[in-house]
């Protein structure tokens, strides 16, 4: 009897042990429902230091006229209570309260949406938000909308003090308990949720999602890439595709497709991760890092809002004008379809190395290889990824136009060189890098210029 009873004590036990462990491999953990407020009073620029929260503006409030293209520009306070994790995928804090911001960028009629939201990690490498892969032409023709999270501390600490009356409550390291972006990885869960799967105030106001999508440029590319690689296999996903641009990307196959889009800048060595079902690898020759294109978007915006454009004295003509972000816009359209329809994105020739590990080019100077924009392709000017000097010189590539005897050396007549720049984009367009709008784009700059006249 003795012998039967502990038996059944034994069993109890197992089954017990059995029932306890049942929560912790009941599968990856929901991401928690924030909560949204807003539209935030005040969408046009006034004064940031204005004691009326009326007056005052989402920083770096784009300059572009998105009311005649109807879109609207509007801004919410997201908060709630987020886990920590730090980098090696641990969780080191749970249902720590935080309040942060979106800016939202969305078409005002719902007649007009794709139903696709690229989400932005806010990039904070200049010490404050940064919506570096905001491309209002691209975004506005497709109808998408666009959302920017600031989701780190040294961003969110920049607010607090370019405008207390606006950005004052906002906190993201758990009363300074965290400041090590431990909460960075489930805010942008919880924003993702909130456009995704919205209750109560949603930030699209009536648009419906169908598809959401995580992008983010440089630095922010790394924290997603922990996010994706360390995190997302221990909670439930929120964004159906990724997009990692100018930056890492993971090494983990999930289900969620990647895209990862490179500047010349960011291609460093010939050792690359393969193609799959799951990840694209595409890399711009002749591109930058941060080129021309973002630095005059912002120079404007930086003059409003922080006093002054940065001016930087670099070992070569700085910023690139090779568009690289007609290349993303391309990657974006691919990442939807992706995960719509199944259909993976072309492939793409990578940037030409020498044996000797570096860059292979041409007897003009440009790289040899990858994808290669009619910039590159049909050039009238040395465009390159790389450059030296202060600050973040070393980011903004180079550009140097050729001199006559060089161009008429390239180009005959300008109907001939013309007739080149359209070849090149056709061939980009059919091949899936370029989209007919920034080929038409291209053309009316060639017909603009002097070459070959």
Same mark, same amino acid.
């Given at each position: 009897?003795?012998?039967? &009873?502990?038996?059944?004590?034994?069993?109890?036990?197992?089954?017990?042990?059995?029932?306890?462990?049942?929560?912790?491999?009941?599968?990856?953990?929901?991401?928690?429902?924030?909560?949204?407020?807003?539209?935030?009073?005040?969408?046009?620029?006034?004064?940031?230091?204005?004691?009326?929260?009326?007056?005052?503006?989402?920083?770096?409030?784009?300059?572009?006229?998105?009311?005649?293209?109807?879109?609207?520009?509007?801004?919410?306070?997201?908060?709630?209570?987020?886990?920590?994790?730090?980098?090696?995928?641990?969780?080191?804090?749970?249902?720590?309260?935080?309040?942060?911001?979106?800016?939202?960028?969305?078409?005002?009629?719902?007649?007009?949406?794709?139903?696709?939201?690229?989400?932005?990690?806010?990039?904070?490498?200049?010490?404050?938000?940064?919506?570096?892969?905001?491309?209002?032409?691209?975004?506005?023709?497709?109808?998408?909308?666009?959302?920017?999270?600031?989701?780190?501390?040294?961003?969110?600490?920049?607010?607090?003090?370019?405008?207390?009356?606006?950005?004052?409550?906002?906190?993201?390291?758990?009363?300074?308990?965290?400041?090590?972006?431990?909460?960075?990885?489930?805010?942008?869960?919880?924003?993702?949720?909130?456009?995704?799967?919205?209750?109560?105030?949603?930030?699209?106001?009536?648009?419906?999602?169908?598809?959401?999508?995580?992008?983010?440029?440089?630095?922010?590319?790394?924290?997603?890439?922990?996010?994706?690689?360390?995190?997302?296999?221990?909670?439930?996903?929120?964004?159906?595709?990724?997009?990692?641009?100018?930056?890492?990307?993971?090494?983990?196959?999930?289900?969620?497709?990647?895209?990862?889009?490179?500047?010349?800048?960011?291609?460093?060595?010939?050792?690359?991760?393969?193609?799959?079902?799951?990840?694209?690898? &595409?890399?711009?020759?002749?591109?930058?890092?941060?080129?021309?294109?973002?630095?005059?978007?912002?120079?404007?915006?930086?003059?409003?809002?922080?006093?002054?454009?940065?001016?930087?004295?670099?070992?070569?003509?700085?910023?690139?004008?090779?568009?690289?972000?007609?290349?993303?816009?391309?990657?974006?359209?691919?990442?939807?379809? &992706?995960?719509?329809?199944?259909?993976?994105?072309?492939?793409?020739?990578?940037?030409?190395?020498?044996?000797?590990?570096?860059?292979?080019?041409?007897?003009?100077?440009?790289?040899?290889?990858?994808?290669?924009?009619?910039?590159?392709?049909?050039?009238?000017?040395?465009?390159?990824?790389?450059?030296?000097?202060?600050?973040?010189?070393?980011?903004?590539?180079?550009?140097?136009?050729?001199?006559?005897?060089?161009?008429?050396?390239?180009?005959?007549?300008?109907?001939?060189?013309?007739?080149?720049?359209?070849?090149?984009?056709?061939?980009?367009?059919?091949?899936?890098?370029?989209?007919?709008?920034?080929?038409?784009?291209?053309?009316?700059?060639?017909?603009?210029?002097?070459?070959?006249?």
């Amino acid at each position: 009897m003795t012998r039967l &009873w502990s038996r059944a004590a034994l069993a109890a036990g197992l089954l017990a042990s059995l029932l306890s462990a049942t929560p912790a491999q009941a599968g990856p953990a929901p991401v928690a429902r924030p909560t949204v407020q807003g539209p935030i009073p005040g969408t046009a620029p006034g004064d940031p230091k204005s004691s009326e929260l009326a007056d005052t503006y989402p920083f770096f409030s784009t300059p572009f006229d998105l009311a005649r293209h109807g879109y609207v520009e509007q801004e919410f306070y997201l908060s709630g209570a987020a886990d920590g994790w730090d980098t090696l995928g641990n969780q080191v804090a749970t249902d720590v309260p935080y309040r942060t911001r979106l800016v939202v960028r969305r078409p005002a009629d719902a007649r007009r949406f794709s139903g696709t939201v690229l989400v932005e990690w806010q990039n904070v490498t200049a010490g404050y938000d940064l919506d570096a892969l905001w491309n209002a032409e691209a975004t506005i023709r497709a109808g998408h909308a666009w959302v920017g999270v600031s989701a780190q501390r040294v961003g969110v600490d920049q607010l607090r003090g370019w405008s207390p009356t606006r950005y004052g409550t906002l906190d993201v390291t758990g009363a300074r308990t965290l400041v090590g972006d431990e909460l960075s990885y489930d805010i942008f869960a919880q924003a993702g949720k909130a456009i995704a799967d919205p209750r109560g105030v949603s930030p699209l106001g009536r648009l419906t999602a169908r598809t959401v999508l995580a992008i983010g440029a440089s630095q922010s590319a790394s924290r997603m890439t922990v996010y994706y690689d360390k995190v997302l296999p221990q909670v439930r996903p929120v964004y159906a595709g990724y997009g990692f641009i100018v930056g890492s990307a993971p090494t983990r196959v999930g289900p969620e497709p990647v895209f990862q889009v490179l500047s010349e800048t960011d291609v460093r060595t010939p050792a690359r991760p393969a193609d799959t079902n799951q990840f694209r690898r &595409w890399e711009v020759a002749g591109g930058a890092h941060s080129g021309s294109n973002g630095q005059v978007y912002r120079a404007p915006i930086q003059v409003r809002d922080l006093g002054a454009a940065p001016v930087y004295t670099c070992a070569q003509p700085p910023f690139s004008q090779v568009p690289v972000q007609h290349v993303t816009a391309a990657a974006y359209a691919h990442l939807e379809r &992706w995960v719509r329809r199944g259909t993976p994105p072309p492939t793409a020739e990578p940037i030409a190395f020498n044996p000797d590990g570096t860059k292979a080019r041409d007897e003009l100077g440009l790289a040899r290889g990858g994808i290669r924009l009619s910039q590159v392709d049909v050039p009238t000017a040395l465009n390159t990824g790389d450059n030296a000097g202060e600050s973040f010189c070393f980011l903004f590539g180079t550009h140097q136009p050729f001199d006559e005897a060089t161009l008429d050396g390239l180009y005959r007549t300008h109907l001939g060189y013309v007739a080149r720049v359209v070849a090149t984009d056709v061939r980009n367009v059919v091949a899936g890098y370029l989209q007919p709008a920034d080929a038409a784009e291209n053309l009316r700059a060639a017909l603009r210029s002097s070459v070959g006249r």
